[in-house]
């Protein structure tokens, strides 16, 4: 019983690593036709059935070595020191895609030089009622409205503890949808205490538009407070780690020079520009399929231009005096390349990631190193 127990495990491995053969052909080769058959389904139970293969595919001896060889770009030139820590390159994935640290080793295989988790929120929530994220194909966008679904602070540190590779880990925390704003306080530093050894840099997101009422902590009072006290939290600690503010494309100049005038006061390493948007302003996607999905943050390529205003602008007013970390609409080298011109230090990338495929990081990399 014993061998043939051994010999179906084998099997089982064998079957694995052709069927992860085929798939590295289409991601290399064709990734337009494997995102079309994805596309054919449900965007969410796509995503959670990609999460399976690609756990039980990382979890192959020897695989992550196997598809290194194809995906990471090393060179010296890539190499970034921001915010006192070492980054191997300037690519990384946004958080939204493994809120859960489930598969952050894994994706270390995939060429990124950082992996973003969460929206970690202190207990587990199931987020706002499904269907709840949409893809705009002809935009090149993603329409999602998930409400920081995810397992809890406590099940995503358990799964941080099993770290194996050196990727670099941030943090990105978010109060529970029945917390109210004037306890959010305790739902960050109830994220930020358990997280602490296990992340890199930690994320403070009040910009989601998808949590009701979330994002009037961006105002200046409510939101100068809250980052004092985690700032008062983090150096308290013999080592104090990076906290950075994710904002809003949606803000005005004068909202953004408030923004300033908080990193100013409270000492934050920098930001994280920009958030999705709730502007529906210039989409190719008919207005009434647009209207029929109806509130949700815009991502992809619609929101390219803004975010790299609002990144051109900090950088610029405030003479390039905190880190920025440029995200929305990178489908390609140039995109990327345009972001760190206009002041990015690092660029995050997750819609074109699921258009353009694993090859985008890639890309951009090889990008990187020829401009």
């Known amino acids: ?53 690609l756990k039980l595919l990382f979890s192959i001896p020897s695989s992550l070595s196997f598809w290194k060889h194809f995906f990471i770009v090393k060179n010296k030139s890539l190499e970034k020191t921001v915010f006192g820590l070492n980054f191997d390159n300037p690519v990384g994935l946004a958080a939204g895609f493994d809120k859960d640290a489930e598969i952050f080793d894994g ?107 979330l994002r009037e902590l961006q105002d200046k009072e409510p939101l100068t407070k809250l980052l004092k006290r985690l700032q008062e939290i983090n150096r308290d600690k013999s080592k104090p780690k990076p906290i950075l503010l994710k904002i809003a494309p949606d803000l005005t100049n004068s909202q953004l020079d408030d923004i300033m005038q908080i990193i100013d006061e409270t000492g934050l390493e920098g930001v994280v520009a920009t958030n999705t948007t709730i502007n529906r302003d210039d989409l190719n996607t008919a207005k009434v399929k647009v209207k029929n999905i109806g509130n949700g943050g815009l991502s992809g390529k619609p929101l390219k231009d803004r975010s ?51 090859s985008l990081v890639k890309n951009i990399n090889k990008g990187l190193i020829k401009q």
């Open 107 to 213: 994706l270390d295989t995939f060429g990124f030089g950082f992996v973003e988790i969460g929206t970690v929120t202190p207990l587990a929530q199931d987020g706002n009622p499904k269907p709840r994220l949409f893809r705009l194909k002809k935009d090149n966008a993603v329409i999602n409205r998930m409400g920081f679904n995810n397992d809890g602070v406590e099940a995503v540190v358990s799964r941080l503890r099993r770290k194996k590779s050196n990727i670099i880990i941030g943090g990105n925390i978010g109060k529970n949808k029945l917390t109210p704003n004037d306890k959010a306080i305790n739902d960050y530093e109830i994220c930020f205490e358990k997280l602490f050894n296990y992340v890199d840099y930690f994320v403070f997101n009040v910009s989601s538009p998808n949590t009701p009422g």
């Open 1 to 53: 019983m014993l061998i043939l127990g051994m010999e179906a495990s084998n099997d089982i491995i064998i079957i694995l690593l052709l069927l992860s053969l085929v798939l590295l052909f289409f991601y290399i080769i064709s990734y337009k036709f494997l995102r079309y058959f994805l596309f054919l389904f449900d965007p969410e139970k796509i995503h959670k059935i990609s999460f399976v293969f």
């Open 308 to 358: 790299t205003e609002v990144i051109k602008y900090l950088s610029k007013k405030s003479n390039n005096s905190f880190s920025i970390i440029g995200v929305g609409g990178i489908s390609s080298a140039s995109d990327a390349i345009e972001k760190l011109n206009a002041g990015a230090d690092l660029v995050q990338i997750y819609t074109g990631f699921i258009y353009e495929g694993p």
